[in-house]
């Protein structure tokens, strides 16, 4: 279905911009607890060579590295990729971000140890491509880890609202396939065995209350703030009212303060 879309440059130019529009890094900080928790459950260790597919801003790669690994993180959004060395400057890390794509890793084979994703190669519109990619750069006995939104929690709910306002193009299959267990066994059941799965819950906290959290992501979240941009007053309108009403009845904070916990799928699989 992926290979269907027609100018595959065009897509990941305009892939690109929209995860460089708006500041990704303010809403990284809303779950980076969750993502170091994400790191803890793999047991990085010191010397260990990992990498960390579509880093961002790095909540990922920063924790491999307080953990002593020697990570590199790899992204296509060049402004998301300075601040994560600007992060890492700041607490002294040594980590190498590169520019890259997830469907064709600037790395050789068996390059790494550990390979992780969160929330991040699920996006690329090639998944098979990914899948590929990732088993490639993992040595043999080596774990491939990935994060990735399901189809039923807040953020797969937050995905669809969108998708309904704003369509896809065409040929581009749901992120939130990466989410289903079955296709999930499917895209990497090539080159990986003893594959593990586990629910998990991360939340979003904010000191305001929904509303100001929709408006928030609008500024801050690039697919949110182009999905509003391509919507006439009317639709923008509409829009908002669909994602205050999702934050609002999801919201678990009080005294004006938003506390949403959203679905994920861990998937861990080990390189043959």
Partial sequence: ???????????????????????????????????AEFVDRLKVTPGLRVLDVACGTGNLTLPCARAGACVTGVDIVPNLLEQGRDRAKTEGLLIKLDEGDVENLPYPDHTFD????????????HPEKTAAELVRVCRPGGRIAMANWVSSGFIGQVFKTTTSRVPPPPGVPSPLLWGDEATVRERLQKGTSALEFARCIISFKFPFAPAE?????RQFYGPTQRAFAALDADGQAAFR????????????????????????????????
């Fill in 114 to 125: 550990l390979v992780v994703t969160m929330f991040g190669a699920m996006f690329a519109p």
């Fill in 1 to 35: 279905m992926s290979e269907t879309i027609s100018d595959i440059g065009v897509f990941k130019s305009r892939l690109q911009a929209t995860w460089a529009a708006g500041n990704f890094g303010e809403i990284a900080k809303s779950y980076e607890d969750g993502a």
């Fill in 213 to 217: 959290v929709v408006e928030f992501w």
């Fill in 241 to 272: 009212k669909d994602l205050e009403g999702l934050w609002t009845a999801h919201n678990k904070g009080n005294r004006g303060s938003t506390l949403v916990e959203s679905e994920y799928l861990v998937v861990v699989a080990l390189r043959t």
